[in-house]
């Protein structure tokens, strides 16, 4: 078993629970955050000071390693642990997101949440009629699309997908999966659906057929959209899901855009149908009114760019909500960025200092606030994690969003 | 005194020497080489990353701290020290430089070296006619410039850099001077070296008559650029110097845009003629060269923007030289930058792995070269210094230098 997964304490009259996840290089204690480390780096920080702000796995990215530096760069480098120096557990995601996003939204930049409200990106993304410029094509078989950075064409099947993220060496990798956008029609989300369980059940079994397959842990990806029928269906599908061997998937991801309300429900769907016993990843979450409904919906782990991006553009987080530290009224604040928090970042400088840094474009500014920012996410997943132990979820939520969103 | 300077150890038949300076905020090995924090921030790293590679002190910048965030915000925060987070050693240029170089050439960057052989920027720092656009306009009683930033008007003398100066609170700071270029004529360089000389007698006399006079260190500059005569009588004036009530600097700048062959015969000239048991700082050198030259000539203390700024931009220090990071062939290379460099970055990460970092435009690119280029010229100089002490040192500079200029 490439994966052990304990869970340690349940929230009462809810799936939320607490538990341990034990991978080839480490223990992360859940529910957590992960951390993205997009190109084999998390921007601005060292390994290092990730670490220090409690981080416990990272996340890197198999579709932009794929093309630089290469999968076969990492592998020959000794994998993605010894690449970028980061020896504790790693995820990669499948690739499939970001082929369907970048690789069709040639030279733009998406943000998973705010696809739902842009009618450009829903066109850009799948057009049922050939009028528009199109860089990703679908077929049963795999999808080619073009690389955002030089718009060189490239041929991405389940089968490579896993071949890749071998390459890349996470302990933790997933299936490869096709990511609708919630606009599509409900026939066009079936017919999806029926592609993302064929690409499941292939990414099972070239998994669990290669060497890496006890090494390295899959999870597979439940879609389905906004649809109940179709979430649950998914979550259905792939928790029995075996290959010829017998083997299943180590644990789930739970896939697709949101829009903001319907995310808990779909979780919900979703997990009351995925076996209790394996982990549950939310792909792409980590605002913390979100985590809250993830955890107590049963998600053990998350991720999510927004505090690192953020961080690097001065939007920090703070108890009472978020504050753009490059407004004039910071530049005379000696206290730190949130009384309360007990990052490098709040210990060390005041919110007029970083103030400075950010007006005078100076790189420490991304540094300091992409740390503020992921240790006050982490330290709050932290916090849940405590009040599940402690029977107090439901208290510490109500305690903690009506202050933040007041 | 607000300092205190100890000789260790001279070289024989030759003016270097290593030594011991305390200042009010910790000591001072030298030759030592000062770490230019610019914004009162070294770019792209944390003040613990420029500890943890050996950096003993740092130095800010009067022009830059003034215009942004200003000196009295950097006083109100409690002082540069508490301001930035470092709490060793600090110094202050006296802006003197940066009001001739930036606020005269509006818009453009430039170094010090470069500048003797770029005309177009020997004309525009200044013209003896008034058909070029001029942004510094010196006057005996100080110098009136436009901030590079957005353009506005403002008026230095040598009481306001001292004043601005005490507001930053560094424990070294420097005397206002005009710092020439080695182009201009004699009767120039002579009609701008007797300002210079007023220049600091009146820092000397504001500094010393002030509260802080007793807690930060003042050096005076010495100029007179490439001519022997004059930039004896500078060393003689400034070493003579004194206030009214009999003090006189606690150490000396050596100022001034060098071509790289005049540099060490100018500090051979100063040297020679300032009181030994000073400390001598010479001004915006750093490369490894250089410094050879410097601290045998009787030089204890150098600046430089050369390590971080080659750092962020991949030209990484070898001991074979400099090499381009970025270049092709080092994209499959899995060595250290440097084998015999003990530094965080070479310690972690291969050559192969900062290449892809500089290649995808992520910040800790910049991180990681900076931490290696620091890290190999203060570790020359704690060699030069080691090699001083054991009588040993023109055998290490040809050693290295036979290698590193090959």
């Known amino acids: ?111 998973k949440i705010t696809k739902i409200t842009d009618p450009s990106f829903l066109l850009s993304e799948r057009s049922s009629d050939s009028e528009l410029p199109r860089l990703a094509k679908i077929g049963d078989d795999g999808v080619s699309f073009r690389s955002h950075l030089d718009g060189s064409l490239h041929y991405i099947t389940p089968e490579k997908s896993i071949e890749i993220q071998h390459n890349i060496g996470a302990d933790i990798i997933f299936a490869f999966d096709e990511c609708t956008s919630p606009a599509e029609n409900l026939r066009y989300q079936e017919e999806a659906l029926g592609r993302t369980h064929r690409w499941a059940l292939r990414s099972l079994e070239y998994h669990k057929n290669s060497k890496n397959g006890s090494k390295q842990a899959l999870f597979g990806i439940v879609q389905g959209g906004r649809e109940e029928r179709l979430r649950k269906k998914s979550a259905k599908v792939l928790s029995e899901m075996k290959s010829q061997g017998g083997s299943s998937f180590d644990g789930f991801g739970i896939g697709g855009s949101f829009a903001k309300e319907d995310m808990s429900t779909a979780v919900k769907w979703v997990n009351e149908t995925l076996p209790e016993e394996k982990p549950r990843h939310l792909l792409g979450i980590g605002e913390p009114e979100d985590l809250f409904l993830g955890v107590e919906n049963g998600i053990d782990l998350f991720d999510c760019v927004a505090p690192t991006r953020n961080g690097r553009t001065g939007t920090l987080y703070t108890r009472k909500g978020k504050i753009n530290i490059t407004n004039k009224q910071f530049q005379n604040d000696f206290s730190a960025i949130e009384e309360k928090c007990d990052c490098y970042t709040c210990r060390n400088y005041s919110r007029g200092y970083v103030s400075h840094l950010f007006k005078a474009k100076e790189m420490l500014a991304a540094t300091l606030g992409s740390i503020h920012n992921l240790r006050f996410i982490i330290s709050l997943v932290e916090e849940m994690r405590k009040s599940i132990l402690t029977d107090s979820f439901f208290g510490f939520k109500k305690d903690f969003l009506s202050e933040y969103l007041r």
């Open 1 to 111: 078993m490439p994966l052990r997964f304990v869970i340690e304490k349940k929230i009462p009259r809810a799936q939320g629970r607490a538990g341990t996840l034990l991978t080839a290089h480490g223990t992360v204690k859940t529910p957590a955050f992960v951390v993205v480390g997009t190109k084999a780096t998390i921007k601005a920080l060292t390994p290092e000071q990730v670490r220090d702000l409690g981080a416990q796995i990272i996340l890197a990215n198999t579709y932009h390693l794929y093309l630089e530096p290469g999968d076969n760069l990492v592998k020959k480098a000794g994998g993605l642990h010894k690449y970028m120096n980061w020896p504790g557990p790693t995820m990669t995601d499948s690739g499939g997101f970001q082929v369907f996003s970048l690789g069709a939204a040639y030279g733009k930049e998406l943000s």
